[in-house]
């Protein structure tokens, strides 16, 4: 009896301490946060430090690499994280009122949260991949023997033998851009070739996809078929087909990937950087994908309908520019760098190895470039590795 009367009142002091200490804070202007606020401003904080990480660290490799960017799994996990923020609240204003409450909501709402946390594991994890070399050069590879094996699906020599060569421009009628400045992300092709057909006419397209639309430039041209009819192709019909973006993609563009691998090959071979063990892991990937292009078709711009007509010539990268882009920018800042040189020259006599002949002139040039420039900077050390004949193919 004396220990209950005695700790009364001292319960109602506690309490009433604590009501005037939330009344003092509320009187000095401190906010009251709802916790149905939190889960939001979590969402909000993990994204706005995931894209300033990742971009930040994706620089040290190109400014043009959004991997993570572009990766469904974030905008997914970010939608489904606000789809649950969003159950929440309609749940819990639903309820507010009742006295009973089915157990399906909590249980619910808690399967959401698990699977929002699994969501959140697996972005952190794929932004944490993005920033580590290994895993970002394997994805440009990846990303870009996909699009050779799409774009590129017959083997070397496999050609049309009655394919019609390019019509000279001045016979075609010119279709200019209309828009501003932007990058070709795409062409329908399947439409073009369509059109083409319904107007009989040949439609020649002055860029490929990666390369720059310029306003008021000819972005195709139109020739006659064998009705004379090539004015009468809508320009607006045709330049639905064309898919404009602000930077080049890997949809249509098997050149970007390289680009990528070169880019990063070049910064790690800059004075600022000094990182040539980079370069040299980009090299790596360089010689997977100059293999895999050697012994594949490249003229596959010349599209047919389904008659054997010619209706639409797209350009499109040949070998020497796809070894041009891969390697001259690289040879040329490793003038200095025995490291570098050395990866160079095992990547040529590899490729010129695996090679077709009619493939081999560019490998040879730039093979005798880098063993000169390996034997200036490093005397000691630029004997040829064990011949390989690649003659005898």
Not at 22 to 44: F, K, T, W
Not at 297 to 322: M, Q, S
């Amino acid at each position: 009896m004396y220990a209950s009367s005695g700790r009364a009142p001292l319960l109602r002091r506690s309490r009433l301490s604590l009501d005037r200490l939330g009344a003092e804070n509320a009187d000095c202007g401190q906010p009251q946060r709802s916790p149905r606020q939190s889960p939001a401003r979590l969402v909000s904080i993990i994204f706005s430090l995931l894209f300033l990480v990742v971009q930040w660290a994706a620089t040290t490799f190109t400014p043009r690499l959004g991997l993570f960017r572009d990766d469904p799994l974030v905008w997914r996990t970010f939608a489904f994280s606000l789809g649950v923020f969003v159950f929440c609240i309609a749940a819990a204003l639903t309820i507010v009122s009742r006295t009973e409450v089915s157990m399906a909501v909590p249980v619910i709402a808690m399967i959401l949260a698990l699977v929002t946390l699994a969501f959140m594991y697996t972005l952190q994890s794929r932004a944490f991949s993005s920033i580590q070399l290994g895993p970002c050069l394997h994805a440009i590879s990846s990303r870009t023997r996909h699009v050779v094996d799409t774009v590129y699906d017959r083997p070397l020599g496999d050609t049309d033998a009655a394919r019609s060569s390019r019509p000279a421009e001045a016979d075609g009628v010119p279709v200019p851009w209309p828009g501003h400045g932007a990058v070709l992300c795409g062409i329908d092709v399947p439409t073009l070739v369509e059109v083409a057909r319904a107007h009989d006419c040949l439609i020649v397209l002055c860029q490929a996809p990666g390369q720059l639309l310029v306003r008021n430039r000819p972005v195709a041209r139109v020739h006659a078929g064998n009705a004379g009819n090539a004015g009468t192709l809508p320009s607006d019909v045709l330049l639905a087909a064309l898919a404009p973006g602000v930077e080049r993609t890997f949809d249509q563009d098997p050149e970007i990937g390289i680009r990528l691998l070169a880019d990063i090959a070049l910064r790690g071979l800059s004075p600022a950087i000094n990182d040539p063990a980079t370069a040299v892991q980009a090299l790596d990937h360089i010689e997977d994908l100059l293999l895999l292009l050697a012994d594949r078709e490249l003229d596959v711009g010349h599209i047919r309908d389904a008659e054997g007509t010619l209706r639409l010539i797209v350009p499109v990268p040949d070998w020497d520019r796809y070894v041009r882009t891969a390697l001259d920018d690289v040879i040329n800042s490793a003038q200095t760098v025995p490291l570098a040189l050395h990866r160079i020259r095992l990547l040529l006599q590899h490729v010129l190895d695996a090679g077709p002949e009619t493939r081999r002139p560019q490998l040879r040039e730039r093979l005798t470039l880098a063993e000169q420039l390996l034997a200036r900077s490093s005397p000691a050390t630029s004997a040829p590795a064990p011949a390989v004949d690649t003659d005898k193919k």
